[in-house]
T-cell receptor, first 112, second 114 residues
Framework: DQQVKQNSPSLSVQEGRISILNCDYTNSMFDYFLWYKKYPAEGPTFLISISSIKDKNEDGRFTVFLNKSAKHLSLHIVPSQPGDSAVYFCAAGRGSNYKLTFGKGTLLTVNP | ETGVTQTPRHLVMGMTNKKSLKCEQHLGHNAMYWYKQSAKKPLELMFVYSLEERVENNSVPSRFSPECPNSSHLFLHLHTLQPEDSALYLC?????????????FGPGTRLTVT
């Protein structure tokens, strides 16, 4: 039973355009959400996070939106750059529990 | 540079071998984690150590044995593994007093069991 789902295994975007990566979750107890980026042969790198008390968090070109009623979050990258090409993982946490539940990831390719 | 290093980066072992994976974090964190990433599956949490005490053991078979001698080092001892244990093993660390969610990962050890 996957509690965090990334339904798009891959996404291809033109350089300069917006990339939108989506994530759905089923557990309403999750109160913290994160996005990680992973390049080949490297571990995941923390990118941006959002608490359930907010609906938006922005950091430079990266914005995460949270829709609690729909149990949906998205990561927007504007403008997309070729160096953003990587696998993006959505993850969720609950309370002070250490456990993060990850999605399977979406491979983003940004074409020059 | 993530501040979390793992050795070896690649490991091939037979089912009767005993080997260990090593993780070291240079971030001053006090919680450390082992994750497993199999092909086409999400990252799966295996173990969590906080202040050198194991706080989570996620129903992992006993052929995987973790050890945390201090807050900077974490080991995963492997013995009598099965081919289905072949995967990428990732170590992570976080600061216990802050948001434990913001975990910082090492590059992983690619393990192949033959």
């Amino acid at each position: 039973d996957q509690q965090v789902k990334q339904n798009s295994p891959s996404l291809s975007v033109q350089e300069g355009r917006i990339s939108i990566l989506n994530c759905d979750y089923t557990n309403s107890m999750f109160d913290y959400f994160l996005w990680y980026k992973k390049y080949p042969a490297e571990g995941p790198t923390f990118l941006i996070s959002i608490s359930s008390i907010k609906d938006k968090n922005e950091d430079g070109r990266f914005t995460v939106f949270l829709n609690k009623s729909a149990k949906h979050l998205s990561l927007h990258i504007v403008p997309s750059q070729p160096g953003d090409s990587a696998v993006y993982f959505c993850a969720a946490g609950r309370g002070s529990n250490y456990k993060l539940t990850f999605g399977k990831g979406t491979l983003l390719t940004v074409n020059p | 540079e993530t501040g979390v290093t793992q050795t070896p980066r690649h490991l091939v072992m037979g089912m009767t071998n005993k080997k260990s994976l090593k993780c070291e974090q240079h971030l001053g964190h006090n919680a450390m984690y082992w994750y497993k990433q199999s092909a086409k599956k999400p990252l799966e949490l295996m173990f969590v150590y906080s202040l050198e005490e194991r706080v989570e053991n996620n129903s992992v078979p006993s052929r995987f044995s973790p050890e945390c001698p201090n807050s900077s080092h974490l080991f995963l001892h492997l013995h009598t593994l099965q081919p289905e244990d072949s995967a990428l093993y990732l170590c992570a660390s976080s600061q216990d007093s802050g948001l434990p969610y913001e975990q910082y990962f090492g590059p992983g050890t690619r393990l192949t069991v033959t």
